[in-house]
């Protein structure tokens, strides 16, 4: 086992080892989000057929060649044709066809007026066009959209709004994507108590779980929380035995090296094997990383195991660094890590140096500049200064001072940061 | 009605009309992505007392005043104390407490040392310290997190992963956020069938409703399809009082001035007021906004109506300017904007001067220079120029050139733009 890994070190080792899972087959209109596991190609032609790109007349554009607002040329108009109407007869020279957007151009017609471009007759039998119309106005062509075979999307597109609408229009109602991480959410300790329960005594809630489980949401993966397991091998070892299932194991049971953590005894006597133990982070030293080489079914990996430390704050921004990249990855995504803006520092900091520091910070923008702002008090102990942060900035090992206005990155943790408060353009 | 609004009145329009939903009690383990509806203040205190902030031992610092590498203090190891376990007995001089993280400190001690700092006796009996100790010392004190009453959240905050668990931590099972928008989705046209059905003739697949539908969920919002409705008045008519219980119709139904489009008729024989009709946006043109003054239920608003443009392109490009705003504002967010990026243009784009272009393009990142480049043919027909694209390159009315290099602003439509490919930062 490796211990005291940097972050990059850590993070490196954990995108090494993960893999992208095995994909699944699920109903189009519910992949939204997924990534795909398969290449699309078109078994349709988009559209079908010639047809009209808007309500009005199919023409010939000969009969139209000399017309002016002078002397406009008189069209019969001959039938009509509706969209999802066929379009069997042709029409004859002097003929227009009344159409509608969708609609297909019957034979002989080589344009479409728009309807608001002409003049018609009381009773509609005839219309009045006073200018020339070129061929292929307002006709969209058969295949334009697509043609049989053309390849669409490709493995690893991201399965977005318009993507879903793509794969309905193809008639591809179900869809191969890569499979969603199912990761077991774990928490141990006898102190621990459910939200519903009173707090007495040095009772607190297993908040970890909750925060935990709703990041795994966040991040499209599908946890499931095995509830609270007692400080006692058996009930740990029932609890562990419950989350093999899964692909990864998320513990925030404290793996320290306190004399009551019989958390990585019991994962190591169902098989675990550790990879690393320690990560040069300040909040969230004490975390382990392993790995169950066979799992429940034969033949094939158990789950991950992402051991976080059991202080809220460590555990959320563990879970950050370590955690999320890993199911991103899982799920088949390609750019796996949260963004990072630049940002300048509004008041000043200062530390040890030795351990990265991650301090949570609020951000607001003024003047198209970024500016980052602690959360307040940096106890590892105070959860509201996560709950409360936008974004975590980096404040690098050797570095011992921050000064106020210095240049910082920021690692964004919330994406509404990025939602515009403005419109963003003028609008005209 | 008004007619061929601007983009920015027509924004402006929607969202003086529409307004937060009505809040709703959902538990909070559901309540992520959601907008908070009350203010939140804590009932507790976190924590509940002083308690060790690592595994160690609790201590009177008086005992270790002398203390030196070469005369360390001695101290009895008097009795433990197990996180969840209570703290009766009090300290005396001359002694120790065996304590674990999260347990409370012991009546008599002043501070906690970690158990890496002393040496144990064998047989755990006593302890030695080689170093004084500050009073304080890796112990939380009550209250530190969260004292009772505290304002702990705020009305409109949004509910992230954090908050679910700080809301646990408050043992607030249950939460009070604004109402998801109901959205029913509807499409019209006798050439529409779904997905499923076999393509003949000129039928083509109702793929707008997918599209719009996820594009919905994406955004929050609980869309419900109501299926085709046929271009029969009453079939119509059917569908459109199915709709009347929701917070927004959207409907792609073709709202142009076609003949064949009754739809507009049955919304005002219904009791919608159109407010306006027209937008000066290409693609996207003939949009309609109105509104039903009264609902199915006595005294309350019925919806609002977006009867977007038949056209996919036209559709989501209208969804993505009108209806996405809206429904983020009756969702309670105060960002209610997609983001906005300089970027700069790969090809030239040239139209005529007039209405605004949003024009599909892919972008790249390089050396921190964002490049747009066009998705292709700009035909509102050629729906993978909108599913290819990650965002929309605004053109703005007034101009008909735009030379490549040119600086331009892009409306970001996928958020996996932000997702770093790359760590951001050196990670030591």
């Not at 992402?306 to 563990?318: E, K, Q, R, W």
């Amino acid at each position: 086992m490796q211990r005291n890994l940097t972050v990059a070190q850590a993070q490196d080792t954990i995108l090494q080892a993960v893999f992208r899972l095995p994909p699944e087959t699920v109903e189009s209109a519910s992949a939204l989000g997924r990534v795909l596991a398969e290449d699309v190609r078109s078994t349709r032609i988009l559209p079908p057929a010639d047809c009209s790109a808007m309500d009005g007349y199919a023409l010939r554009v000969a009969d139209c060649a000399q017309a002016s607002e002078g002397a406009p040329a008189r069209l019969q108009v001959a039938f009509e044709v509706a969209a999802g109407g066929e379009a069997e007869v042709a029409l004859e020279a002097g003929q227009a066809a009344r159409i509608f957007t969708g609609a297909p151009v019957p034979p002989g017609a080589d344009a479409v007026i728009m309807q608001e471009h002409v003049e018609a007759e009381a009773g509609g039998e005839a219309i009045l066009v006073a200018r020339p119309v070129e061929a292929g106005d307002h006709i969209r062509l058969a295949g334009e959209d697509l043609a049989h075979g053309d390849a669409v999307l490709a493995e690893g597109d991201l399965v977005r709004p318009t993507v879903a609408g793509l794969l309905a229009s193809l008639g591809r109602t179900v869809v191969s994507v890569v499979r969603r991480p199912r990761v077991a959410i774990l928490s141990s300790g006898d102190e621990l108590v459910e939200p519903d329960a009173p707090i007495d005594g040095g009772r607190i809630v297993s908040s970890n779980s909750y925060t935990l489980a709703a990041m795994c949401r966040e991040v499209g993966a599908e946890p499931y929380y095995l509830g609270i397991a007692r400080d006692r091998p058996e009930d740990l070892e029932a609890h562990v035995r419950a989350a093999l299932v899964a692909d990864c194991i998320v513990t925030s049971a404290g793996v320290s090296v306190g004399d009551h953590d019989h958390v990585k005894d019991v994962f190591a006597k169902l098989g675990c094997e550790f990879v690393f133990w320690g990560v040069q982070l300040k909040p969230g030293h004490p975390m382990l990383f392993g790995r169950f080489p066979n799992g429940p079914a034969p033949g094939s990996p158990g789950p991950f195991l992402f051991g976080l430390p059991g202080n809220p704050v460590s555990a959320a921004v563990t879970f950050e660094q370590f955690v999320r990249p890993a199911l991103r990855k899982m799920s088949g995504h390609s750019r796996v890590f949260r963004p990072t803006v630049s940002a300048r520092l509004r008041t000043p900091l200062s530390k040890r140096p030795g351990r990265l520091n991650l301090v949570r910070v609020s951000l607001s923008v003024e003047d198209g500049e970024v500016w980052a702002t602690s959360t307040g008090n940096q106890s590892s102990g105070v959860f509201r200064s996560m709950s409360d942060a936008q974004g975590l900035l980096v404040f690098p090992g050797p570095q011992s001072e921050l000064e106020a206005g210095a240049e910082v990155t920021v690692q964004i943790i919330d994406d509404s940061f990025f939602a515009g408060g403005e419109r963003g353009f003028e609008g005209v």
